[in-house]
T-cell receptor, first 115, second 116 residues
């Protein structure tokens, strides 16, 4: 299967610990997005990469969050000093570099639980 | 700012019948895209259908069609011949073209339950 993959699928951590998530996009996709989804809500945009460049960050992305996409392939999202409010599903999506609509393909998500 | 509104409570439909899921949007951009995604209990977001703001005809993809009414700023999803596997959360989303970032703005979603 050549879809978007995310690892791990589930992560339970204690408050104050650091966690890192990985996303592997579809290989020919230049664009990569991170979203966060809390219970009963739609996904909310966190950050966006065009190849290896991080071009936009949401105000939701506090200083404790950092994302990278070295070499424009896979991406990592790190949360430092986790808080209970960080508990959510973290979704990664990728798309082609298109000048029209930008259908995004989503991965299965990483569900984070902060105790 | 862009906004997507999905206000329907949980929806129920009998198997093999059609159902309409409502979506209204707000944007000041002349160029935008409207999407519907399905999220089953497994959590993965599955793309269903797309409508561009300049498209003259309503989009269709198999059993899915999008009833696009630009003046009313609505983009309702119609599912024909519902199947048990259609039971899921459905999200309406919008993107706008900046030439760089086409991030999606999602609504809160609608739960659809298909009854046998």
């Amino acid at each position: 299967d050549t879809g978007v993959s995310q690892d791990p699928r589930h992560k339970i951590t204690k408050r104050g610990q650091n966690v890192t998530f990985r996303c592997d996009p579809i290989s020919e996709h230049n664009r990569l997005y991170w979203y966060r989804q809390t219970l009963g809500q739609g996904p909310e945009f966190l950050t966006y990469f065009q190849n290896e460049a991080q071009l936009e960050k949401s105000r939701l992305l506090s200083d404790r969050f950092s994302a990278e996409r070295p070499k424009g392939s896979f991406s990592t999202l790190e949360i430092q000093r986790t808080e209970q409010g960080d508990s959510a599903m973290y979704l990664c999506a990728s798309s082609r570099d298109s000048h029209t609509h930008d259908e995004q393909f989503f991965g299965p998500g990483t569900r984070l639980t902060v105790l | 700012a862009q906004k997507i509104t999905q206000t329907q409570p949980g929806m129920f439909v009998q198997e093999k019948e059609a159902v309409t899921l409502d979506c209204t949007y707000d944007t000041s951009d002349p160029s935008y895209g409207l999407f519907w995604y399905k999220q089953p209990s497994s959590g993965e977001m599955i793309f269903l259908i797309y409508q561009g703001s300049y498209d003259q005809q309503n989009a269709t993809e198999g059993r899915y069609s999008l009833n696009f009414q630009k003046a009313r700023k609505s983009a309702n999803l119609v599912i024909s011949a519902s199947q048990l596997g259609d039971s899921a959360m459905y999200f309406c989303a919008m993107s706008h073209y900046t030439g760089a970032n086409s991030k999606l703005t999602f609504g809160k979603g609608i739960t659809l339950s298909v009854r046998p």
